[in-house]
């Protein structure tokens, strides 16, 4: 059921797409799973796709579109030093798209995010590096993506729809706020896509592809990794400004 739907709305959304002439991609668990397993997995939760800053009017012109297909929109945007970075996600039978809008900065696709949550959750994390924690625990710390790490994010997210607030890590970790990271990863993967065949569909990947997944989640990216996790991530960067950022958020 769970695959049928994520199907449902990757198509769609390549529909929507391909009428608005929005170039996208199969990005991170996605792209795993198509080039790995050949499927969308269940255990990767969401759909992940990318997509270049440059296309971001047209894709606010196709949201007339996906709001008629019942979708559901967020939207973040982030102002650092006068650079805007944006986030989406789309929702629809209770499964996310979540696209990763990449800004071209010199020879880098950078895109920006603050997905781990609160000092709450950054407390759960200083445990794992501090604590000889069992095995089993430390396991579930180190997954972001797994249903109590989610938990602690949502439960205690406490960032207003739109607000300025430093980003020096003590001041987060005092007043609650939440941290940031970036992925910077070499533009060229993205200028020339491939295409691959998946479901019947013809859709683009990055290139060379088994390249960029090596670049993201290791050389041993073909074999599944139980204990892998975001930190392990290959283009993840934390965020070290003195800039303040501002965030507004959008729901549509």
């Known amino acids: 059921?769970?695959?049928?739907?994520?199907?449902?709305?990757?198509?769609?959304?390549?529909?929507?797409?391909?009428?608005?002439?929005i170039r996208f991609w199969l990005d991170y668990g996605t792209l795993l799973g198509a080039i790995r397993d050949r499927k969308l997995v269940r255990h990767m939760q969401d759909v992940d796709l990318g997509m270049v800053d440059e296309d971001w009017e047209k894709f606010v012109y196709s949201l007339q579109e996906f709001k008629k297909r019942g979708f559901n929109l967020m939207v973040k945007e982030f102002k650092v030093g006068g650079v805007v970075f944006r986030t989406a996600k789309l929702y629809r039978f209770g499964i996310s798209v979540d696209f990763s809008i990449y800004k071209f900065l010199g020879k880098y696709a950078i895109d920006l995010h603050?997905?781990?949550?609160?000092?709450?959750?950054?407390?759960?994390?200083?445990?794992?590096?501090?604590?000889?924690?069992?095995?089993?625990?430390?396991?579930?710390?180190?997954?972001?993506?797994?249903?109590?790490?989610?938990?602690?994010?949502?439960?205690?997210?406490v960032l207003p729809a739109k607000s300025k607030m430093p980003n020096s890590y003590i001041g987060r970790w005092l007043l609650g706020w939440k941290s940031y990271y970036y992925n910077k990863i070499p533009k060229y993967y993205f200028e020339r896509l491939d295409t691959m065949n998946f479901y019947g569909?013809?859709?683009?990947?990055?290139?060379p592809v088994e390249d960029y997944l090596r670049y993201i989640y290791g050389k041993e990216w073909i074999m599944p990794q139980k204990n892998w996790g975001l930190m392990d991530n290959g283009s993840f960067y934390p965020l070290i400004t003195r800039n303040y950022i501002e965030i507004t958020e959008k729901q549509m």
């Open 201 to 207: 569909t013809a859709f683009n990947v990055p290139s």
């Open 114 to 157: 603050d997905r781990w949550g609160d000092m709450k959750f950054k407390f759960v994390r200083f445990l794992y590096y501090v604590l000889p924690l069992p095995e089993v625990i430390r396991r579930y710390i180190r997954n972001a993506n797994n249903m109590p790490m989610k938990f602690i994010k949502v439960h205690f997210d």
């Open 1 to 21: 059921m769970w695959e049928k739907r994520a199907l449902k709305n990757l198509l769609d959304v390549k529909q929507v797409f391909d009428m608005c002439n």
